[in-house]
């Protein structure tokens, strides 16, 4: 497990850049929305959630936890090849933070590489846990849970219907100061210019975690041919 390590300069990681900077990253939306916890505003909750997620594996590439490569795989009984896109471990040469999204998809990279299974789909699958109707939806709450165990978000139980406790982030002073002092910049550069060099690589990390987001989707059993 990588442990803690904090860049005074840049204190919160890539793809937590993204999730306080959400308007940044992801357009307005009244349909399949989220509501920002910085403002009043609520962006497509797809977008936002892939700018994560794709920001987070670029930045464990960028440490060097790990290195993308496009790699060739056998699929349909082996009558065909797709090319798929996996995170190679390497040794880290800077230390993700703990509980940080980046770590969590870093170290997952490593446990499934022996099975051969380190693809950036199954990495996300794995990441997601279990079937939901809302993948989308779950796949923040894990965002905000890690931020929580960071320090960077405050978490309160809420009885719903008297019933349901659920979990409420709410963004302490302390987390809106360092949103405030750290560019936004950087980050969209890291997006921009793989999608700008690296054609190939971001076209498959929008099917890969689409790919993980489908198949973590719990269908409904209700339809009735």
């Given at each position: 497990m990588?442990t803690?390590?904090?860049d005074?300069?840049?204190?919160?990681?890539?793809?937590?850049?993204v999730?306080?900077?959400?308007?940044?990253?992801a357009?307005?939306?009244?349909?399949g929305?989220?509501?920002l916890l910085?403002?009043?505003?609520k962006?497509?909750?797809?977008?936002l959630?892939?700018?994560?997620?794709?920001?987070?594996?670029l930045?464990?590439?960028?440490?060097?936890?790990?290195?993308?490569?496009?790699q060739?795989?056998k699929?349909?009984?082996?009558?065909?090849?797709?090319?798929k896109l996996?995170?190679?471990?390497a040794?880290?040469?800077?230390?993700?933070?703990?509980?940080s999204?980046?770590?969590?998809?870093?170290?997952?990279a490593?446990?499934?590489?022996p099975?051969?299974?380190?693809?950036?789909?199954?990495?996300?699958?794995?990441?997601?846990?279990?079937?939901?109707?809302?993948?989308w939806?779950?796949?923040?709450d894990?965002?905000?849970a890690?931020?929580?165990?960071?320090?960077?978000?405050?978490?309160?139980?809420?009885?719903?219907?008297?019933?349901f406790?659920e979990?409420?982030y709410?963004?302490?002073e302390?987390?809106?100061r360092?949103?405030k002092g750290q560019?936004?910049?950087p980050v969209?550069?890291?997006?921009?210019?793989c999608?700008?060099?690296?054609?190939?690589v971001?076209?498959?990390?929008?099917?890969?975690i689409?790919k993980?987001?489908?198949?973590?989707t719990?269908?409904?059993?209700?339809d009735v041919?």
């Amino acid at each position: 497990m990588f442990t803690n390590s904090i860049d005074p300069d840049n204190p919160l990681t890539p793809s937590e850049v993204v999730f306080l900077n959400g308007e940044v990253f992801a357009k307005k939306a009244t349909l399949g929305n989220v509501q920002l916890l910085h403002s009043d505003e609520k962006v497509s909750l797809n977008q936002l959630g892939q700018a994560i997620l794709t920001a987070a594996i670029l930045a464990g590439e960028q440490a060097g936890a790990f290195q993308l490569e496009v790699q060739e795989r056998k699929a349909m009984l082996g009558l065909r090849k797709v090319r798929k896109l996996f995170a190679v471990p390497a040794n880290a040469r800077e230390i993700l933070p703990e509980c940080s999204l980046e770590a969590t998809l870093s170290d997952l990279a490593v446990r499934l590489k022996p099975d051969d299974k380190n693809d950036i789909s199954t990495i996300i699958y794995t990441w997601l846990r279990k079937d939901t109707f809302s993948p989308w939806g779950a796949a923040l709450d894990y965002v905000k849970a890690g931020m929580e165990k960071r320090g960077l978000l405050e978490a309160e139980g809420v009885k719903r219907l008297k019933i349901f406790t659920e979990t409420v982030y709410t963004l302490p002073e302390r987390t809106v100061r360092l949103v405030k002092g750290q560019s936004v910049e950087p980050v969209k550069a890291l997006l921009e210019n793989c999608a700008r060099t690296r054609p190939e690589v971001w076209k498959l990390f929008d099917s890969s975690i689409k790919k993980a987001i489908s198949d973590r989707t719990e269908s409904s059993d209700t339809d009735v041919d």
